[in-house]
């Protein structure tokens, strides 16, 4: 009931919500009114439903305290058990990426990456994946680079070059997810995603890094698919068929 009247910023009448839950007016009457009462349902002079103040305050103050290294573990050893490759979780700070988090494979490979340390952001997977809706317009990226320019240069393929890297992001925004193909470290490629908890701006990416033999075209595929299938909320921003294409032809 909670998540229906989530759904509508104007409220929802008696019957629209007995229609939607498929429930007895009666019943949903007396669930209502036990609601209001706990300030998690409030009513307006109209008689239409919305979520209460309480039940926001609730979210808040739990969103204030998220501690997102211990709430994405889980799917972070879910995707390391599928694919069994170095996986990352990082946030944006300024110019860089901060890595929370870094699960290591079986199999594993020298990576500079590590717990607490930083990144140039624009050049990394996970970076890119939070700059792409940190800053989702072409004026906000450009604003960004110039900010902190000079961008470091990485290696030979690093985007470093302001309009370059808005039209990066922008594809960034319209596959759903980001790439990288050896724009950090030479010989490492890396696909990662944004997770957003209810807001337009993510709270953290998480990344699936290899040695470039380990990451072709093909296998990007099944990288993106575990992706959009683990990372909560990331579902609706997933690439489809079309964007792996494009990822493949920057083979």
Known sequence: MLEELSRHGSGSSLEELASALGLPKSSLHRTLAALRERRFATQREDGRYLVGPELMRIAFDFYDRLDVRVWLRPTLERLRAELNETVHLGVLDGADVVYMDKLEPTRPIALGSKIGG??????????KALLAWTYPTDAAILAWAQEHAPLARRTPRTVDEAAALAREMARIRS?????????????????????????????AAISISAPKERLPAAAMREVTDALRRE???????????????RAAAAR
């Open 118 to 127: 930083r990144n140039p952001a624009h050049c990394t997977g996970v970076g």
């Open 231 to 245: 990372i909560p909320h990331a579902t609706q921003r997933a690439p489809g068929d079309e964007a792996v294409d």
């Open 175 to 203: 596959d759903g997810f980001a790439k990288d193909l050896e724009e950090s470290e030479q010989g490492v490629r890396c696909v990662a995603a944004p997770v957003f908890f209810g807001a337009s701006t993510p709270v």
